[in-house]
């Protein structure tokens, strides 16, 4: 009985202690959890993300370029992501997503703690599942750099996942945590981050017009980017998307006959791999960066923690007046005309060397200039080591009309392929705005990078006419004041070129066959100092000299302030700004940038319009005239403008005016030693002017534009002298284009 008793009370006092130790280790494990949960709160083992963070995730975002109709022009980014709103996804990726990463996402606040033991049973049990729900994967993208591998590391990192995730769903609506986690998730390949992004890649479209199928697709992708990619592996793609597709009917989402009939559909892929220059406008978009950044400097424009913006991450959209549809007749116009001249280009050097005597050095300069050249120069190689490795051959992808070739040759056999490639530039502006509508800098950008409107500026030829007219009109000289037009010397300058339309000539036809006496006599009576300075105020930024060959455009200017200063004469004298940029609003739409373009009044309302009546008798009769013709477009409104080529034709111009639109084409090679033989090719009438005529009959022919054939309107106060010369002199001469005989080069 004691026996018995003591039993019992031993019992007793291993229950008594038992319990104790069970309590305990509870409590320590409470108190244990409680400590570790408080310090990677408190950031012991990491950083969490502040409130302020959470408000504002940080995630690269691409800042998009948008046309004046608000289509995008192209990206800057670091990774390829632009956000879209929850109104711009369709249900069928929502229905997706919730069905196969997370059924209870509605009815959870973050952590969903019956999957997360389920999943922890199922792994005990060889089966491996997830028990992450969408706001814990959603903590991870936004604020881990990546899912670490290590087990203890892991387990921290998840609790830091648990803790953000609550707080997350305590700061964002479920909308907003979908929207966000599309916008945030990585689709591996192609640099392709959001589903914004994904949805442009893989199928050419935008998040809500995708399909079932398609959303099944990229939704199916997240569980493993590479094993499930489309490219790589479409079996297994497939096989992921109907599986999906099954979670989706298995949700009733989708009816049992949708499902079926969309796990029958063929994966039909419309790959659009984004690089730095696809889309329209990469030359502008290149320039307009740099721009960007000057004026954000100039204006020290930031963040409001005062850092720089960084047009890769911060998501800005970037409002332009560029017209879509006019930027693409412009390239394709570009693209049908230098196509063929490049044939003719081709054809004067099959059997002659381009690159004899002093144009050796054109090579030699060129590999200098290279990316390669500069690699081997870092790398400690000497001179000669660098000549051996342009010598040998490698593979390479060259440029040409029908598309890249992919081929083995030297690098300096590459560098003479593409210096014989003729460049050219293309700009459109609207004279009352001075919103650019069009701009073209080159033939390709992946290959001939150099902007060709803004960034180059080449020698401008009978192009500066216009400017010693103008001067001279507004100093007291009629268009219809004749002139002597013969060979004469001025000083130690004796102009070239050939008389047409008579001796004398009035200003008027001087311009109209580009006359070289003519326009040597005027300016030695008005002064070079004058004319220069004129020059200038209509907008010419480079060096404009105070020499009398000035006249016949011995200096250089880009396509861009030519366009410009043109476009002063349209708009009744006064010179506008032209404008790249319209506005720029941060990622959450608000502005932090208007453009307030300056505007100049360079000359006199009456002889800017005297100067585009003179324009006028350019293309009505002068050189300017095959746009009159069919294959140059067969224009019939009223349009002006100015031919140039200068010496040796290696340099060829057409600027073109309407009274809603002044054009600028210009044409020539990368080297100036590198030329058209002949006039008949290279002067502008032929290797500009086309170009021009063949975009204004795209833009003509799309009524959408609202682009009139209306003739220049009469400046406000009238004009007040005749402009009809034939009420004065007898025309001379017979009309016709700039041809062989019309000696349209500088003389000096």
Known sequence: MKRESKKNKLTEEDVKRYNRTFWGV?????????????SVRIGVFGKLPSFQELENPKSNLASEILSDDLKVLGTYYKHNRSNVKYSELSPHLIHALISTEDKRFYDHSGIDYSRMITSVFYTLMGNKQGGSTITQQLALNLFSEKRERSTLKRIKQKFQEWI???????????????????????FGAY?????????????????????????ALLVGMLKGTYIYSPVKFPENAKSRRNTVLNNMAGQKFLTKEESEKAKATPIDLQLRIS???????????????????????RLSITKADGTPYDLDKDGLKV??????????????SQKEWMKKLQKDFDRQYRNSDPFK?????????GMRRSDRYRVLKEAGLSQEEIEKEFNKKVPMSLFTYEGNVDTVMTPMDSIRYNKLFLRNAVMSMEPKTGHIKAWVGGTSFEHFKFDHVKLAERQVGSTAKPFVYAYAIDNGFSPCNSVPNHMQTYGNWTPRGTVQGGDPITLKNALKFSQNFATAYIINEVGAANVASLTKKMGITSNVPNYPSIALGAYEASVYDMVGAYSALVNHGTWIEPTMILRIEDKNGTPIYDKAPKVVKALNSETAYIMVDMLKGVVDGGTGSRLRRAEYGGLTNPIGGKTGTTNDNSDAWFIGITPELVTGVWTGAEDRGIRFYSMASGQGASAALPIFGLYMKKVYNDKELHYTKDDFPLPPGGVTREVDCSKFVPFHGTPQDDGPLNDDRLGF
């Not at 409002?319 to 693409?328: G, R």
């Open 26 to 38: 509870l409590l320590g494990f409470v108190v244990f959890g409680a400590l570790f949960i408080l």
């Open 164 to 186: 953000t995730a609550v707080r997350l769903e305590r700061s964002y609506t479920k909308e907003e945590i979908i929207t966000m986690y599309f916008n945030t998730v990585d």
């Open 191 to 215: 640099n392709t981050f959001g589903i914004k992004s994904a949805a442009r890649t893989y199928f050419n479209t935008t998040p809500d017009l995708l399909t079932p199928e398609q959303a």
């Open 275 to 297: 690089n730095y220059g696809e889309g329209l406008a990469p030359y502008f978009r290149a320039v307009l960066k740099e721009e960007i950044k000057k004026e954000f400097q």
């Open 319 to 332: 409002y332009t007046p560029i017209n879509y549809a006019m930027q693409q007749y412009a390239e394709e």
């Open 357 to 365: 005597g002093d144009n050796a050095r054109l090579l030699v300069s």
